[in-house]
T-cell receptor, first 114, second 114 residues
Framework: EAEVAQSPRYKITEKSQAVAFWCDPI?????LYWYRQILGQGPELLVQ????????DSQLPKDRFSAERLKGVDSTLKIQPAELGDSAMYLC????????????FGPGTRLTVT | DQQVKQNSPSLSVQEGRISILNCDYT??????FLWYKKYPAEGPTFLIS?????DKNEDGRFTVFLNKSAKHLSLHIVPSQPGDSAVYFC?????????????FGKGTKLSVKP
């Protein structure tokens, strides 16, 4: 069964350092999402891609976060510099098209900023 | 301001009995409501959805009820099984400029005891 792949699964970094997360969506899925899930909260959308284009990045803290999906397949989310408040689970999801009800989530990257 | 609220952080149920998970929303501009299930160390997985024009949707042991006048939905699991033990997230899909974007509640941790 096709799955969304994410790496690394865990990342510990010191504040002010740069960190990057990678996501490979299910083959053929045009829409890719990055979510942040703080402990005890639900996932919150950071950015949505349709193919290689950003559709919604209204909740992305653009002073320190960036995301790209250059060839419309895999994607990278970067934080520079990391802050203590960035400690969270970063989830990637994909769907066949924008607006699809079912989004397929990867296992996430657990980030700890010390 | 939370648009999707799950006010019960946890629920414990005996195997074979009914589990009822509740969710409230504050915004009428949602066209679909969804439930996702999350096991530890895994990403959320889609469980069931309901259109805002319906009041009930059933899929095997899982039934979702929607009360639009009360802005309330609930997920019923009958009969509950130990394998149902997970965190359940209620989500709502926005319309208009945020089409396809899901807004999640904080989740309810269900424990089904043998």
């Amino acid at each position: 069964e096709a799955e969304v792949a994410q790496s690394p699964r865990y990342k510990i970094t010191e504040k002010s350092q740069a960190v990057a997360f990678w996501c490979d969506p299910i083959s053929g899925h045009a829409t890719l999402y990055w979510y942040r899930q703080i402990l005890g909260q639900g996932p919150e959308l950071l950015v949505q891609f349709q193919d290689e284009s950003v559709v919604d990045d209204s909740q992305l803290p653009k002073d320190r976060f960036s995301a790209e999906r250059l060839k419309g397949v895999d994607s990278t989310l970067k934080i520079q510099p990391a802050e203590l408040g960035d400690s969270a689970m970063y989830l990637c999801a994909s769907s066949l098209m924008s607006g699809a009800l079912e989004q397929y989530f990867g296992p996430g990257t657990r980030l700890t900023v010390t | 301001d939370q648009q999707v609220k799950q006010n019960s952080p946890s629920l414990s149920v005996q195997e074979g009995r009914i589990s009822i998970l509740n969710c409230d929303y504050t915004n009428s501009m949602f066209d679909y409501f969804l439930w996702y299930k999350k096991y530890p160390a895994e990403g959320p997985t889609f469980l069931i959805s309901i259109s805002s024009i319906k009041d009930k949707n059933e899929d095997g042991r899982f039934t979702v009820f929607l009360n639009k006048s009360a802005k309330h939905l609930s997920l019923h699991i009958v009969p509950s099984q130990p394998g149902d033990s997970a965190v359940y997230f209620c989500a709502a899909r926005g319309v208009g400029g945020s089409q396809g974007n899901l807004i999640f509640g904080k989740g309810t941790k269900l424990s089904v005891k043998p």
